[in-house]
């Protein structure tokens, strides 16, 4: 796909993303991995809702800035998941308001920030693992990333938001998409036991989708 289209699909997707509250401000990112090895990458301070795409930070394989304006400060966020999901090609990261509020909840498995709620939580997000707090833009949180050694495509940074991998920037953004919605039934189901997708029935979904779930035996013990 040309370079054209993929920045339009940008700004097209972080508008979607912004204008149906999914992150405020100018909270937020989105990057896109080129076939060249370089990425276009999301300006600083830039709201998703108002993206330019002749503005669209331009970095070759290296990071270093080709065009555009200054790129978010969480390159090192993306650069590590990048570098450890050799099947990413965009990553999505927001502050949407249910996937932060759940990383704030005490006894939150690291490796599997949310239960088993639904099938496609399963077959869109797989598992989510929780990163411990760091400020934005702290160089130490790609460490963090790189210490699950590329077993999630989705990662809840603790009082901040979620960070998505995907294979396309759609497949990036559906899950995000997926993973708030879930995280939104964690929060209103929370005390009322609610009924859990069973071994067996995550075990099917595994073997009609294909599916690599991460941390399996923890996916399913809440």
């Not at 249910?98 to 077959?123: E, Q």
Request: proline share 7%.
């Amino acid at each position: 796909m040309d370079e054209t289209r993929l920045r339009e699909d940008i700004c097209r997707f972080g508008r979607s993303l912004f204008e149906r509250g999914l992150t405020p401000g100018s909270s937020g990112n989105i990057s896109l991995r080129l076939d060249d090895g370089g990425w276009l990458v999301t300006p600083t301070n830039a709201s998703l809702g108002f993206l330019d795409p002749a503005r669209l930070s331009r970095l070759d394989a290296e990071g270093r800035l080709l065009s555009g304006d200054k790129p978010t400060k969480e390159i090192p966020l993306h650069g590590a998941l990048y570098e450890t999901r050799g099947s990413a090609r965009a990553i999505v990261h927001l502050h949407s308001t249910h996937s932060v509020a759940v990383s704030m909840l005490p006894g939150i498995d690291p490796k599997a920030v949310l239960p088993p709620l639904t099938a496609y939580y399963l077959m869109r997000v797989g598992a989510t693992a929780l990163v411990p707090y760091y400020r934005p833009g702290d160089p130490a949180v790609a460490d963090a990333i790189r210490g699950l050694a590329g077993r999630y495509s989705a990662v809840l940074l603790a009082n901040h938001g979620p960070v998505v991998a995907g294979e396309s920037l759609e497949a990036a953004v559906y899950a995000t998409e997926e993973l708030e919605e879930t995280a939104k039934l964690h929060l209103l189901l929370r005390g009322l036991n609610p009924r859990l997708l069973s071994p067996g029935q995550i075990s099917e979904l595994k073997d009609a989708f294909k599916l690599d779930l991460p941390g399996d035996d923890a996916a399913h013990e809440h």
